[in-house]
């Protein structure tokens, strides 16, 4: 049963290293795959102990890997960076495949930017490019959903994907922290990046959202497709209205489901039941839920999901377990040719929805200088676009929550003329809300841009 | 990349009829899988219009399945039985291996009453057998432990894989009803068998635990070496027990776990936190947690796991198209044989713990006859062994509870005179707690056998 499989590495930081050393260490061994490290491709091959030995093994020149004689799979472990390096690193992969190598990569921005330059090259080359690390981190999310359940017709697909913003919203929720003070802990903790705004803004759970909807549906969504709202305007006082008066708690949630044949897909805030499953995830910890219309699994969420698939989304270790799983997939499958040909999965979707269209039931939260009559304009406003109101909600405040809610100057307004409430809006389209939301902000009662979030449905 | 497969069916069951239902609407075309049924051995050909207009499509006699001249494939879907059914199940699995066809079953007990003559006549005849659908159910278990997850170093696997017995306990401890009335109902809803047994006592979970730790561990475990108790025991005032005194419920746990080097493998009922993921699984709904020695996710449960697998233990539709994801599985990997080698997996396991020398910390609850100096008594038992108490719970209880406590004419004691009372200890063996326990039980004073639950830890 023992198969010999000689890999070549771009990249050894992190994951490029945690990939090196399990290699090293036999752990591929375990299921009888006898793996070797031929090459490693790093900018900077000094001072790296963990390599041990073998000063030989790196090279500064990316090519020496791609297209190493010995080499059968070229593992791309060169994480997130620009635009030139990720056209760079296009390039490298593109002559991977071109030698005749298969590509594992842990690169979701690669594919996003460069997907159809690479699909292209794999099919023409007969090569594989799999991406198990790109998706949910480490837990295993493609092989299942193309393999184990690909006899289900997929209704929706969905879940928590950047594990930075659901450390910063569960601790906001849990212990009442401001949106800073949670993020000043998930940098401090190295959960968020220096500059954090790929994660708690939504771009890298819209990677990953493109990438399972690929693999899901089927559909080809370009970033533009999706609708796409980070987490930065939450305020503490939106749990406790999701709380008090909804229920629920806010999730930053990354969805894609088969609306009637139209493809809907959006990553963005959202205020989910307490009893939904989805509400238990917290922390850096990330899940993706499944719906299919085969299962029934009698899931306690009035069927919202058949299967949860939950572990770490990132990190070295996990992260090279994931890639190391491709490897094994791709010596089980040897003379096989497992690349996605995305375009030909059949998923009874056909086209994809535009962001106006999208349909939900809404949280909106004003935050408006009191006076008589407001809540009767903007209702007015609201039917006018043909909106139905469904509940209004108020709650008592301290004064420090109400300034924190307008920021400094804004209307001069003192904090007892300061009244936040919440409306809750009965199905709508995302374009009829954002119409009758600019028509509301021209009042001059608005002291801030008003938060609306979709309310959970699946 | 259309691939075609011919495909026979021994079993025409609900999940053979959802398989092949599946087959003919072309679900397995989503990715690009050609599938075609050839034949189907029923013993009641009659009464099933589900497969339309081709009644030549069945046969009574398994051996035109398992010798079909067309098939590639094998599907054993024929449901649990008695061992002479087994043994006749095990000679068409068999038969059919001989011929040249790979084997997918949804038969956990054929598995663990004959796999070892399975496995090394796939072997010999370079076949695959692929059971998916045997352990979780419909959840992908053995696809991402084997293949995605296959460069961790396993530490434990553990989770909740009865539904009918989490549904018990659920409704037990969410709605306060009693042992009885939960069965009743859950064999109301279809849940639970009219002979509930093998669900209740922990043998269905015990088959299931055999091959999770086999592919996990590469363990070859007999029933013999698992500690396996039900929940028929465990009675309504335990989770006032566990929630009031303990912060926590009671689930019933399948688990095996590398013990420095030694297989530790248990069902049982445990008390395990509130906190814990595991204690948020209700009703029908089956979850496997699986902790590695690479992965760090910052799970929330100190570390207790790093992925977990939700979804529906059973049910026709999902148990097909786990089945049909190994079918998919076969295709995919064409010219490979991906029997499983449970010998050569390597996993740091060099035995298995006997039961007597399992360790876990104990919840026992005894009912006594109430009078002065029994505590100290019965500490002094545990100390002559030693074995170091914990803590001593008591609670007030109606005369409704305490009289369901002890039966009809137990002792002739009156209400006022049964005192329930619970005693935690520390960590020992279950060898030491059983000799232990059998000597309290010779104190006059004992009204009921004391019930014993290992305390969680991962």
Not at 138 to 149: A, E, F, K, V, Y
Not at 170 to 199: C, F, H, N
């Amino acid at each position: 049963m023992a198969s010999r499989v000689h890999i070549g590495i771009l990249g050894a930081g992190t994951v490029g290293g945690a990939v090196h050393d399990l290699i090293v260490n036999g752990h591929l061994a375990r299921f009888g795959v006898d793996a070797e490290v031929v090459k490693v491709y790093t900018r900077t091959p000094e001072g790296k102990p963990r390599y041990g030995t073998s000063p030989e093994l790196f090279t500064t020149d990316p090519y020496e890997v791609t297209g190493h004689p010995d080499a059968d799979i070229v593992v791309e472990v060169l994480g997130a960076s620009g635009p030139d390096d990720l056209c760079a690193q296009k390039d490298w992969v593109v002559d991977a495949l071109r030698n005749g190598k298969s590509v594992v990569t842990a690169n979701k921005a690669l594919l996003v930017a460069h997907g159809d330059e690479i699909w292209t090259t794999a099919r023409e080359c007969n090569q594989a490019v799999r991406f198990e690390a790109c998706v949910g981190g480490g837990i295993p999310i493609i092989g299942p959903l193309t393999q184990s359940l690909s006899a289900e017709r997929p209704a929706a697909v969905y879940g928590l994907v950047n594990g930075t913003s659901n450390y910063i919203l569960t601790e906001m929720a849990q212990r009442g922290r401001s949106y800073g003070d949670a993020l000043a802990s998930a940098q401090a903790l190295g959960y968020a990046e220096a500059d954090p705004d790929a994660d708690v803004g939504g771009r890298d759970a819209e990677a990953k959202l493109l990438l399972l909807a690929s693999i899901t549906f089927g559909a080809r969504l370009e970033p533009g497709a999706i609708h796409r709202k980070g987490i930065e305007r939450i305020h503490a006082i939106d749990f406790l209205y999701a709380a008090r008066k909804g229920r629920g708690t806010i999730k930053s949630v990354a969805l894609a489901r088969n609306a009637g044949g139209a493809l809907e897909a959006m990553v963005t805030p959202m205020v989910v039941p307490d009893d939904h499953f989805i509400a238990r995830i917290d922390g850096v910890t990330n899940a993706v839920f499944f719906k299919g219309e085969v299962s029934d699994g009698g899931s306690p969420d009035a069927g919202d999901w058949d299967y949860v698939f939950v572990g770490p989304g990132a990190g070295g270790g996990a992260t090279a377990v994931a890639v190391l799983g491709d490897v094994h997939e791709l010596v089980a499958r040897s003379g096989d040719t497992p690349f996605l040909p995305v375009e030909s999965i059949v998923s009874g979707v056909s086209s994809v929805r535009p962001e106006d269209d999208l349909r939900a039931s809404f949280y909106v939260r004003f935050v408006v200088r009191d006076q008589s009559g407001i809540v009767g304009e903007i209702c007015q406003v609201f039917g006018d676009k043909q909106i139905n109101v469904s509940e209004i909600w108020q709650l008592e405040h301290t004064e420090e929550e109400l300034e924190s809610l307008v920021g400094a100057g804004k209307g001069g307004a003192a904090s007892d003329e300061i009244l936040p409430f919440v409306i809750t809006l009965e199905e709508t389209s995302v374009g009829q809300l954002r119409q009758a939301l600019e028509r509301i902000a021209q009042k001059d009662f608005v002291l801030a841009e008003p938060l609306w979030l979709p309310v959970w449905r699946a």
